[in-house]
T-cell receptor, first 112, second 114 residues
Framework: QKEVEQDPGPLSVPEGAIVSLNCTYS??????FMWYRQYSRKGPELLMY????GNKEDGRFTAQVDKSSKYISLFIRDSQPSDSATYLC????????????FGTGTSLTVIP | GAVVSQHPSRVICKSGTSVKIECRSL??????MFWYRQFPKKSLMLMAT?????????EQGVEKDKFLINHASLTLSTLTVTSAHPEDSSFYIC??????????FGQGTRLTVV
């Protein structure tokens, strides 16, 4: 079983829709959770960084962590065509360690 | 967010030659740098991790003599693909982090070996 599971999609939604992206994981030691956005032929860009369970909101983006279910989500409200990209989740057991565990990424297309 | 600059963004080289890719942290001290390889529509594959002033730690299956990593300062790491072959063509991405920070990625380098 992979450490981090992420549905690769592709996911297509109309502009303005609410998008829900998800990852599940198996290692209960993970404490730090990240979401990255990667445009085609570019490096990943950090979107959200959260610690432990709970919600974190930044503009149209909300990151949600449910450690009891080993499940994290990224919600995008009022999705825009510019949100079309691949979204990668990542996680770590410790913020001082160097082990990052990445999902495979979900490809999202927002249709105007 | 912090800025990591990777150069060049795109390089084409002849088979048998070597290519050097630079990764710089512009506004923080990168105690650790990571080098990844990414195949089309696939996630990031960690190649190696390097701490400033130390030898890089390579992941299983990654040839350290082929992919030379140097992390000589807190702001610069280089990846040299030696004697490149067409199968080395890929998208290479560096990532850097400070001691207690999250990781930030460079823009990536598209390497094509002809």
């Amino acid at each position: 079983q992979k450490e981090v599971e992420q549905d690769p999609g592709p996911l297509s939604v109309p502009e303005g829709a609410i998008v829900s992206l998800n990852c599940t994981y198996s290692n209960s030691a993970f404490q730090y959770f990240m979401w990255y956005r990667q445009y085609s032929r570019k490096g990943p860009e950090l979107l959200m960084y959260t610690y432990s369970s709970g919600n974190k909101e930044d503009g149209r983006f909300t990151a949600q962590v449910d450690k009891s279910s080993k499940y994290i989500s990224l919600f995008i409200r009022d999705s825009q065509p510019s949100d079309s990209a691949t979204y990668l989740c990542a996680m770590q057991p410790s913020n001082t360690g160097n082990q990052f565990y990445f999902g495979t990424g979900t490809s999202l297309t927002v249709i105007p | 967010g912090a800025v990591v600059s990777q150069h060049p963004s795109r390089v084409i080289c002849k088979s048998g030659t070597s290519v050097k890719i630079e990764c710089r942290s512009l506004d923080f001290q990168a105690t650790t740098m990571f080098w990844y390889r990414q195949f089309p529509k696939k996630s990031l594959m960690l190649m190696a991790t390097s701490n400033e002033g130390s030898k890089a730690t390579y992941e299983q299956g990654v040839e350290k003599d082929k992919f030379l990593i140097n992390h000589a300062s807190l702001t610069l790491s280089t990846l040299t693909v030696t004697s490149a072959h067409p199968e080395d063509s890929s998208f290479y991405i560096c990532s850097a982090r400070g001691q207690y920070t999250e990781a930030f990625f460079g823009q990536g380098t598209r390497l094509t070996v002809v």
